[in-house]
């Protein structure tokens, strides 16, 4: 009796390790199944780019808001090849780059699948002109050089007269004078106009060829009290020597034989 109990338990026994083995196995199948279709999958993503060119690659790009560059500078700019594929391009790489630009203000990217993107821009505008050392820039309204001016014919923008290298404070003063000049007028009311900056105390502007000395700092003030002679001297039909701004609620103005004040 004890002989048969025992190999009645001993069948329970391996039929309990049968069924533990067969669901260890078919978890095993799955785990495989899974494995193989996630590999797969990959394998795909990773090489649809370069089996399926003639969906995903870059066929059309748009570019729109370039003035002053062409469209194979931005091209450059934006490090594009003309092979690229749109699923594996970075648009915010390319965005990255576009703003290195000093000529670029702002920009978008935006890949339009199949196979084409685009690229806005917004540009700087030129604000004036620089003259370091006999050589000409093209700045913008932050004092930053956009360019070296290669063309003699350029519309009409203030010159500055210094080195924005070696003379920060009086160039940052310049800068800001200009935008003054430009807010109130003065700019499209004169010939030519340059802002001569090596120290911030002796900013000097030549309107038109009379000298307007104008020091730092209070640059609407000081350009509201020129104005205001500006008819007496008109009136008078005097020759200027030079107008002197720096001092507080005074124009100096030296004339070939007399000075006003």
């Known amino acids: 009796m004890k002989t048969g109990r025992n190999d009645k338990m001993s069948r329970q026994k391996s039929l309990e390790r049968q069924k533990k083995l067969s669901a260890f196995g078919r978890k095993l199948k799955v785990l495989s199944v899974i494995v193989l279709t996630v590999s797969a999958v990959a394998a795909v993503v990773l090489v649809m780019p370069y089996r399926m060119p003639s969906v995903l690659a870059m066929k059309t790009l748009e570019l729109e808001g370039n003035e002053h560059l062409t469209d194979d500078e931005l091209r450059q700019i934006a ?21 290195e630009s000093p000529w670029i203000q702002s920009a978008s990217v935006r890949k339009e699948y199949p196979s084409r993107l685009r690229i806005l821009i917004r540009e700087t505008a030129p604000f004036a002109l620089l003259d370091m050392k006999g050589k000409m820039f093209i700045v913008d309204d932050r004092g930053r050089l956009l360019e070296e001016l290669r063309e003699n014919s350029v519309p009409f923008l203030p010159v500055i007269l210094s080195d924005p290298y070696q003379e920060k404070n009086a160039y940052r003063e310049a800068v800001e004078l200009a ?5 109130m007028g003065i700019l499209h009311r004169s010939q030519r106009i340059e802002i001569i900056a090596h120290k911030p105390n002796e900013i000097a502007a030549n309107i038109d060829g009379v000298i307007v000395k104008i020091g730092a700092g209070e640059h609407e003030d000081k350009l509201a009290r020129l104005l205001e002679i500006e008819q007496e001297i008109k009136k008078r039909n005097m020759p200027v020597a030079y107008i002197d701004l720096r001092f507080a609620k005074k124009v100096v103005v030296k004339t070939v034989n007399e000075v006003i004040r």
Request: aromatic letters at 4%; a positive charge.
């Open 179 to 183: 935008k003054t000049i430009k807010t």
């Open 79 to 99: 490090g594009l090849k003309g092979n690229e594929s749109l699923l594996t391009l970075s648009g915010k790489k390319v965005y990255g780059k576009l703003l």
